[in-house]
């Protein structure tokens, strides 16, 4: 009995299996392998050591702008995005009439917002004489449109990101409906204010959420691709101003040819997410709080 | 306190008018005369310029705007035929059945939906290039057959995990084998995870603007997103009023869709992050 449900599970799992080694495991190996190779898709790969990483990290000032790029695009955005979508979560957790419309009116740009039709839109609003530049222009602040400017048209991506708070929005909803009324129904006897109530029942016993929102929106926007293509044209302009790190990637890799060189991307990418998460779970301890751990 | 909620109201309402402002904006700008998108704030445009459609339905590149939705349309069809299958697959098997390695494949299965793309796509683009397949739609479409978005795995085990033993146990004892109990009992009642897993595969395969870049060059192979593409590199003001009615074209499946299925969307988002 015990042997044939083994059996059924595998059968079960054979699809998953198959793409977890021939579309996973397998291709991770070979992206190692060829990021100590240069290789141009049609001679055999030739094996040149750390060369690839040598070169990126001693020799090549357009990686270092595009891990800049992307550092301040994500410390810019991400942020923003949870901020907005906290407060606006919290707003709508008090609305009674309605909430079901507003969670999926706000939810809207986040499916909208990732295609390239928006990411044109976004384009044609901060371009000079765009919506945003127009009404910029008429307090007095002339940029000459957002996309043109070296020190602007990164924001721009950033502001896109933004504008799809919905996302970690109805995830932080769906965490305050969890939390017991009853946390705040003795607060209020104890004459707790909102605020304190916000500070010391709210925030906490979201953290879990926060927390998983800000590792999920930061994994994303490590990989930002389509508005930086659409805003710039697909060269990562003005000056590399957009030349986010997945853009100088495709670039290597598609355009010029250097899969060795784009492979070694590959990993330090998935290196400094690896990092960075965990970076981000070994702050958690002393932040995120378990209501079913105890304080 | 009615006042409070009132001014709630009013401020909700007001940001929402500022957040779908764009989409406005792009409808409007899809009406307007080339000349007048960039130059008035106004929405309304000064005479509704049909052309801008007629243009953009005769296509780009010489491929008419019919054959870009239907090529969109088989990759995200296949897409998500592909992912529904597979995922739910997986999913019964570590939601329910017992296997040696099942913890650290599940470990496994989880970490992969923090793994970036980019850590397997160029040799998966060497894989499909020497299989022929660079410039079809299978590099699309193959990879959801072999259950390779693990967040819908995740999402499906999630589901099935709230479904009560005691039904499958029952189907056992009457003599159900793990197959028919799956098909029979568990998949029915994992149909609301199945929808959500089937409207997000559709609208993200649509959105996709990433692989078919890599993997689609010919025109006529073309989707409605990548055919926007042409627009990217050209930003001539004559081209605006194609683009934006291109672009509203691009945009309509993903607006029925979430009009239609929009309970099935929010839920299937805040599930994601809860009952972890």
Request: hydrophobic share 55%.
């Amino acid at each position: 009995m015990t042997t044939r449900r083994q059996g059924a599970a595998w059968v079960f799992l054979s699809p998953w299996v198959l793409g977890a080694v021939v579309l996973t495991l397998l291709p991770m190996l070979i992206s190692l392998y060829l990021s100590f190779t240069d290789y141009d898709l049609f001679d055999a790969p030739n094996w040149v050591g750390i060369r690839n990483y040598a070169q990126m990290f001693t020799e090549d000032p357009r990686f270092w702008r595009s891990v800049g790029n992307t550092a301040l695009y994500v410390v810019i955005a991400v942020p923003l995005q949870l901020a907005a979508a906290l407060v606006v979560a919290l707003a709508l957790n008090s609305v009674k009439r309605g909430k079901g419309f507003y969670r999926s009116a706000f939810y809207a740009p986040s499916l909208l917002g990732a295609s390239m039709s928006i990411a044109l839109v976004w384009r044609a609003m901060f371009n000079d004489g765009g919506t945003v530049d127009s009404v910029l222009s008429s307090v007095g602040l002339d940029l000459g449109g957002w996309v043109n400017q070296p020190g602007w048209a990164l924001l721009t991506v950033a502001l896109l990101t933004v504008w799809q708070f919905g996302a970690p929005m109805v995830i932080f909803l769906a965490g305050l409906q969890q939390i017991p009324r009853e946390l705040y129904e003795a607060a209020a006897v104890d004459g707790a204010s909102r605020w304190r109530q916000l500070l010391s029942i709210t925030l906490p016993m979201l953290s879990p959420v926060l927390f998983f929102n800000l590792v999920l929106q930061t994994i994303q926007a490590f990989q930002v691709f389509t508005p930086a293509f659409a805003i710039s044209g697909g060269k990562g302009g003005p000056a590399d101003s957009t030349l986010v790190y997945t853009l100088y990637l495709y670039d290597r890799a598609f355009t010029a040819s250097h899969m060795g060189y784009a492979s070694a991307m590959a990993w330090v990418l998935l290196v400094a997410i690896g990092l960075v998460t965990a970076l981000l779970f070994r702050s958690s301890r002393s932040w995120v709080f378990y209501a079913d751990k105890g304080a | 306190m009615r006042n409070r909620r009132v001014l709630l109201h009013g401020v909700c309402l007001l940001v929402l008018l500022l957040m779908l402002y764009p989409l406005a904006w792009l409808v409007a700008a899809s009406f307007k005369p080339a000349s007048e998108v960039l130059a008035s704030l106004t929405l309304l445009p000064s005479r509704l310029a049909g052309e801008n459609y007629a243009q953009a339905l005769n296509g780009v590149g010489g491929v008419s705007v019919a054959q870009l939705l239907t090529n969109s349309l088989i990759i995200s069809g296949g897409a998500v035929l592909g992912n529904v299958l597979s995922c739910s697959l997986a999913a019964y098997a570590f939601a329910r059945l017992r296997f040696r390695l099942r913890g650290p494949l599940f470990a496994f299965m989880i970490a992969t939906i923090m793994l970036p793309h980019h850590a397997v796509l160029i040799p998966q683009y060497i894989v499909f290039n020497q299989l022929g397949m660079v410039n079809t739609f299978w590099p699309m479409i193959l990879p959801k057959f072999l259950a390779t978005d693990a967040f819908f795995v995740f999402l499906i085990v999630q589901f099935m995990r709230g479904l009560p033993r005691e039904l499958e146990e029952a189907a056992r004892i009457d003599g159900c084998g793990p197959f028919r109990t799956f098909s029979r009992i568990v998949l029915p009642l994992t149909r609301p995870a199945l929808i959500t897993t089937a409207i997000f595969t559709f609208i993200w395969t649509w959105n996709d603007f990433f692989t078919q870049l890599i993997y689609l060059f010919e025109p006529a192979k073309f989707t409605i997103t990548l055919a926007l593409r042409n627009f990217v590199d050209t930003s001539s003001q004559s081209a605006y009023g194609p683009m934006f009615a291109m672009s509203v074209i691009a945009l309509l499946p993903i607006v029925l869709f979430f009009l239609a299925f929009q309970r099935f969307l929010v839920e299937g988002m805040a599930n994601s992050g809860l009952k972890g």
